[in-house]
């Protein structure tokens, strides 16, 4: 009788044992399983979400995993660290399957269980990773630098002159002991001369930690100068071009009236100086862009391309009449019309080559 009250009693417990842990842990089994002591809490913040998730309840507000990153406390974060709670790995990534924002939260966790599925997040295209691409590429900097190196490095360079904003993304983000590794990019960024290398500069620099670094002893704004000298670079050939078609034609103006005396055309020069310069001159006036558009108007150009020929028969007409009048004045007349062209036209070569780099 009292062997069968024991195995009664066995029973018994056993059965409220089920159903204690069916009531205590109704999420999945690998969530709650090996969670370590320390981490407590955060079983609780994890299991509320994994409830909030199958139940469907939104008002509770439960269903945010970013809720359980929160929840993380120091004394936790290094048991997770040390591979002590698989489970709240395996239920995230479960989870992250069928809702992806909930990537951004495991790359802030980044349970070490979590990393290689990390990395393969990190190879998506751009409008895939957009949600994530930040807390993912920290972790990957902070628990596997040779991934971040093989994935994440080779898409600073946008190639050109533009250059990434992760890197002063990256920047923000991490501590401020994190980002000397981050400074390859700031000199990479200088030696390219690279559109947003001063913004990243005033992120990576801004410790005294790393302003010791070479890459930080090169002066804080360096975009303004790059993007004078770009300006240089492309006027210089259309001012080239336009002086010395300038100058070709005054020369040639000089060597006919020299060579020929009297007999050099002086009429027919005068006449498509005058023309050219007029047409030139009125049509860069009638075609100018609208202030503070930067960028041609329609309207404009068709004004433009009725007004230039009206300016090269009157100019031409001008001429007609003056050099017929006074043939003495055409040599100069020539050079002046020469001088005219070749400057307002290198003028308006450099003011369309504004500073910029890209």
């Not at 809490?41 to 939104?58: C, H, K, N, P, S």
Request: glycine share 6%.
């Amino acid at each position: 009788m009292g062997q069968m009250n024991a195995s009664a009693g066995a029973l018994l417990a056993l059965a409220i044992l089920s159903t204690a842990r069916a009531h205590a842990a109704p999420d999945a089994d690998g969530a709650v399983s090996a969670a370590p002591t320390s981490c407590s809490a955060e079983q609780f913040v994890l299991r509320a979400y994994v409830i909030a998730v199958r139940t469907g309840d939104i008002a509770s507000g439960a269903q945010d995993p970013a809720r359980i990153q929160k929840a993380i406390t120091p004394l936790c974060r290094q048991a997770i660290d040390n591979g002590r709670w698989p489970g709240l790995a395996n239920e995230l990534l479960a989870r992250a399957v069928v809702d992806p924002p909930t990537k951004s939260t495991i790359c802030e966790i980044a349970p070490p269980e979590a990393l290689s599925a990390i990395v393969q997040w990190e190879t998506a295209d751009d409008s895939v990773r957009a949600s994530y691409d930040v807390p993912c590429a920290v972790a990957l900097l902070r628990h596997r630098p040779d991934d971040f190196a093989k994935v994440v490095w080779p898409r600073f360079a946008n190639g050109g002159c533009a250059f990434s904003e992760l890197p002063a993304r990256l920047g923000e983000a991490v501590d401020p002991a994190e980002r000397p590794a981050l400074l390859p990019t700031l000199d990479f960024a200088t030696r390219t001369h690279a559109q947003g290398r001063d913004h990243l500069y005033d992120v990576l620099c801004q410790d005294p930690s790393t302003r010791a670094q070479a890459a930080c002893k090169a002066p804080a704004v360096m975009e303004a100068q790059w993007a004078h000298q770009q300006r240089i670079k492309r006027a210089a050939p259309g001012i080239a071009l336009r002086l010395g078609l300038s100058l070709l034609f005054a020369l040639a103006a000089c060597l006919l009236r020299y060579f020929l005396g009297k007999d050099w055309p002086a009429l027919r020069m005068s006449i498509a100086a005058t023309a050219i310069t007029s047409a030139t001159v009125a049509w860069l006036i009638a075609a100018a862009p609208t202030p503070g558009t930067g960028a041609p108007d329609t309207l404009r150009t068709l004004v433009a391309m009725v007004v230039a020929p009206l300016a090269a028969v009157a100019g031409g007409a001008g001429a007609w009449v003056f050099i017929r009048a006074a043939r003495a004045a055409a040599l100069p007349w020539c050079l002046l019309h020469a001088a005219v062209y070749g400057l307002v036209t290198a003028v308006h070569a450099w003011t369309r080559a504004w500073d910029r780099l890209c």
